[in-house]
């Protein structure tokens, strides 16, 4: 099992003919993921890596039965194609483009509600279940299947901790990017969510940083329920300056935002287990394991 994507998994690419669609597709697909087609306005009837071009994403999804998206297109045409494709019901849409407008992204958060769609990004990584189905943009020549899942606000980190994983033969369920803007779809709490009801991952690892309200929130959800399986969380930021961006928009330690050592400190009074830096999770995760 999984969370979110399987090999069953159908993967439709809005912005699919152009350069970083055409690169992410063909990878994917040769991973062995099961894209079905793309989506390019005007190009409607033709081809592309092999795969039929719809001009809207509801006639891709009518013809190809797919189930899923992945978004690359340019940042002021992002919140559209999303905002499509959760009208068209697809299961699950990924946005890895980068500085959608926020005010862009109250008009798909409002699309959202109600909605059946997962959404993963904007500004994220992706997700990958090992050997089965990759959306994004996730390395995945280190990804092994198993029992942990994997949820991170931070990309270098997310492929940094899924090979050191992966060396210690601790393969993955799934992976996923939820994405490093202050404003996306599924957050820390929902993926939690998700890993509790999986069958097949036995610790969930959690990859935070400063700003936002992500951490504190998931320290709230460990904290009311009884989550009955290994949280091992490592949040990254403790030598930040207060009120410096780091690195992206998600990475903003202001307007009330907690600190890393008090994101720390919640998360540890909520029963999750703390890494002390990246080398630190796999040694963590074992212990859980074993204990």
């Known amino acids: 099992m999984a969370i979110l994507v399987n090999k069953d998994t159908k993967v439709i690419v809005q912005g699919m003919t152009g350069r970083a669609g055409t690169f992410y597709a063909d990878q994917a697909m040769r991973y062995g993921s099961d894209y079905v087609g793309g989506v390019r306005p005007g190009r409607g009837g033709s081809k592309h890596l ?14 190809t039965g797919a189930t899923a998206s992945l978004v690359v297109v340019p940042a002021p045409q992002a919140a559209d194609a999303m905002i499509e494709a ?3 019901e697809l299961d699950v849409v990924v946005c890895v483009t980068e500085r959608v407008p926020q005010h862009d992204m109250t008009r798909v958060k409002q699309a959202l509600e109600g909605s059946k769609t997962a959404l993963i990004g904007p500004n994220s990584q992706g997700i990958l279940t090992p050997d089965q189905c990759k959306i994004g943009v996730m390395p995945t020549k280190d990804a092994t299947p198993g029992g942990v899942g994997i949820v991170s606000r931070s990309a270098s980190l997310t492929s940094e901790i899924l090979a050191n ?6 393969g993955q369920s799934t992976t996923i990017g939820i994405g490093g803007d202050a404003l996306h779809g599924l957050g820390f709490v929902e993926c939690l969510k ?37 949280v091992v969380a490592l949040v990254v930021g403790r030598e930040a300056p207060p009120g410096r961006r780091m690195g992206h928009a998600g990475t903003l330690s202001a307007l009330g935002a ?10 540890r009074n909520a029963g999750a287990v703390i890494a002390e830096d990246a080398s630190d999770v796999v040694t963590k995760v074992i212990a859980k394991k074993n204990g």
């Open 86 to 88: 959760i009208e068209a």
């Open 194 to 230: 998700l890993f509790r009801e999986d069958d097949e991952t036995e610790v969930v690892v959690l990859i935070g940083e400063i700003g936002g309200r992500e951490e504190e929130l998931a320290a709230e959800y460990l904290a009311d329920v009884s989550y009955e399986k290994p």
């Open 165 to 170: 994983c992966s060396a210690a033969d601790l």
């Open 258 to 267: 907690l600190s890393a050592s008090e994101k720390i400190a919640k998360l």
């Open 50 to 63: 092999g795969l039929p071009v719809f001009h809207d994403v509801a006639t891709a999804v009518k013809e």
